[in-house]
């Protein structure tokens, strides 16, 4: 950025805040923060600047320092930003705080990811899980996050100007709101149940991985679904099923929503009735986006993801996928792939008994995947139907 005509074209403006520990790598700093901008791209914000702090622990009263945000208020004097994200979840009273000194509309880490889900449902059930987790957010955060309450008001049917009485008003409807999405989640989930039940006796496979590692793309090309796929985060949110047939044996592939570091706990409980495909799989394929630098804390982030929702035991194949991309470090020599994929797959081996590499995008090594694919199946087929005639 180099002055103000450089960004005078920007729809909707924000900038970006993250603090984090003395200690902290600029590599890891430098990802969170391109994360960030592209969870921000997403929900529709072009961002004019970032501001990052090291604090051994965040401003109880502000997250940032005195200092940084009198930074941060200095340049949104000068700059048409009206809205200040940070990477972090915030309490109530650091959200007043900074809205207060700023005056600008203040999201953190969450809230701008369940922005992004409303955006991306379209289904009755991600509309209906995203709704939930939207309110049990919102709820005790009422009384200290009014400005967000009066822009979101369309969803909540109230009226009224600000003050206690209303605000209580709120509590009440959206309470009522939370039992009522949750009730309608138990119909939805039962209706599911019954679909898994009548597909229990196939085998069944489910891809899981960081958000936008690629997953619906190589969901497209094993299965030919036209299943959604953008260089966009969370652009699945509801559960894709389609049967496919390897060596004359069926199995049913599923797609769903992807994993992402500090993904709101609302949105995990709410859309634990879509990760039932996960739960219930008999095998993962764990596809990773090797091209990023920060690939190996996305596979553990998946890892304490599938743990969390009771899936951690669940056997597992590694696919690293855009192999395309990958950015091989100055001292390898590029010119001999197979060798220098070899040594990866011993170091990273750990996370997985077998481990693949492709290329989604140009289709290398995806006729490998499907004849694994189809070898897995096979063994497990062999196990459920011993008497089958192969």
Do not use: C
């Given at each position: 950025?180099?002055?103000?005509?450089?960004?005078?074209?920007?729809?909707?403006?924000?900038?970006?805040?993250?603090?984090?520990?003395n200690q902290t790598p600029e590599w890891r700093i430098k990802d969170e923060l391109e994360e960030l901008a592209f969870l921000a791209e997403t929900a529709g914000y072009s961002t004019l600047k970032?501001?990052?702090?090291?604090?051994?622990?965040?401003?109880?009263?502000?997250?940032?320092?005195?200092?940084?945000?009198?930074?941060?208020?200095?340049?949104?004097?000068?700059?048409?930003?009206?809205?200040?994200?940070?990477?972090?979840?915030?309490?109530?009273?650091?959200?007043?705080?900074?809205?207060?000194?700023?005056?600008?509309?203040?999201?953190?880490?969450?809230?701008?990811?369940?922005?992004?889900?409303?955006?991306?449902?379209?289904?009755?059930?991600?509309?209906?899980?995203?709704?939930?987790?939207?309110?049990?957010?919102?709820?005790?955060?009422?009384?200290?996050?009014?400005?967000h309450l009066e822009r979101q008001r369309g969803a909540t049917g109230t009226r009224g100007g600000s003050g206690e009485k209303e605000i209580e008003t709120d509590r009440r409807n959206i309470k009522?709101?939370?039992?009522?999405?949750?009730?309608?989640?138990?119909?939805?989930?039962?209706?599911?149940?019954?679909?898994?039940?009548?597909?229990?006796?196939?085998?069944?496979?489910?891809?899981?991985?960081?958000?936008?590692?690629?997953?619906?793309?190589?969901?497209?090309?094993?299965?030919?679904?036209?299943?959604?796929?953008?260089?966009?985060?969370?652009?699945?949110?509801?559960?894709?099923?389609?049967?496919?047939?390897?060596?004359?044996?069926?199995?049913?592939?599923?797609?769903?929503?992807?994993?992402?570091?500090?993904?709101?706990?609302?949105?995990?409980?709410?859309?634990?009735?879509?990760?039932?495909?996960?739960?219930?799989?008999?095998?993962?394929?764990?596809?990773?986006?090797?091209?990023?630098?920060?690939?190996?804390?996305?596979?553990?982030?998946?890892?304490?993801?599938?743990?969390?929702?009771?899936?951690?035991?669940?056997?597992?194949?590694?696919?690293?996928?855009?192999?395309?991309?990958?950015?091989?470090?100055?001292?390898?020599?590029?010119?001999?792939?197979a060798a220098f994929w070899l040594n990866f797959q011993k170091g990273h081996s750990a996370h997985s008994s077998e481990v693949l590499f492709i290329s989604a995008k140009d289709h290398t090594n995806?006729?490998?995947?499907?004849?694994?694919?189809?070898?897995?199946?096979?063994?497990?087929?062999?196990?459920?139907?011993?008497?089958?005639?192969?």
């Open positions: 950025m180099t002055g103000k005509k450089d960004v005078t074209y920007y729809k909707d403006k924000t900038i970006l805040v993250s603090v984090n520990g970032t501001f990052t702090q090291k604090l051994h622990r965040p401003d109880s009263r502000t997250f940032v320092g005195k200092g940084k945000l009198e930074e941060i208020r200095l340049f949104l004097e000068e700059y048409p930003a009206e809205t200040v994200i940070f990477d972090d979840d915030l309490s109530p009273s650091q959200l007043r705080n900074i809205e207060n000194e700023l005056k600008k509309t203040v999201f953190d880490r969450s809230l701008l990811i369940l922005e992004i889900f409303l955006i991306r449902a379209k289904t009755a059930q991600a509309k209906t899980q995203v709704e939930l987790a939207r309110y049990e957010y919102l709820l005790p955060r009422l009384t200290n996050m009014w400005t009522a709101r939370i039992t009522l999405l949750k009730e309608q989640l138990l119909k939805i989930d039962k209706q599911a149940q019954t679909q898994r039940k009548a597909r229990s006796e196939s085998i069944r496979i489910s891809l899981v991985g960081y958000t936008n590692a690629g997953k619906s793309t190589v969901m497209n090309l094993l299965s030919k679904a036209d299943v959604l796929a953008e260089n966009k985060l969370f652009a699945t949110l509801d559960s894709t099923v389609r049967k496919m047939v390897l060596d004359n044996i069926p199995f049913l592939i599923s797609d769903t929503v992807g994993f992402i570091r500090k993904l709101p706990h609302s949105l995990v409980e709410s859309f634990k009735s879509t990760l039932d495909e996960v739960r219930e799989a008999d095998l993962l394929i764990h596809i990773v986006d090797v091209s990023n630098p920060a690939f190996e804390d996305h596979i553990l982030v998946v890892n304490k993801t599938l743990a969390e929702i009771g899936a951690g035991d669940k056997p597992v194949l590694l696919v690293f996928n855009k192999i395309d991309a990958y950015q091989y470090p100055e001292d390898v020599e590029p010119i001999e792939p995806v006729a490998v995947l499907r004849e694994t694919i189809a070898r897995i199946v096979k063994e497990k087929y062999k196990a459920i139907y011993p008497n089958y005639l192969y």
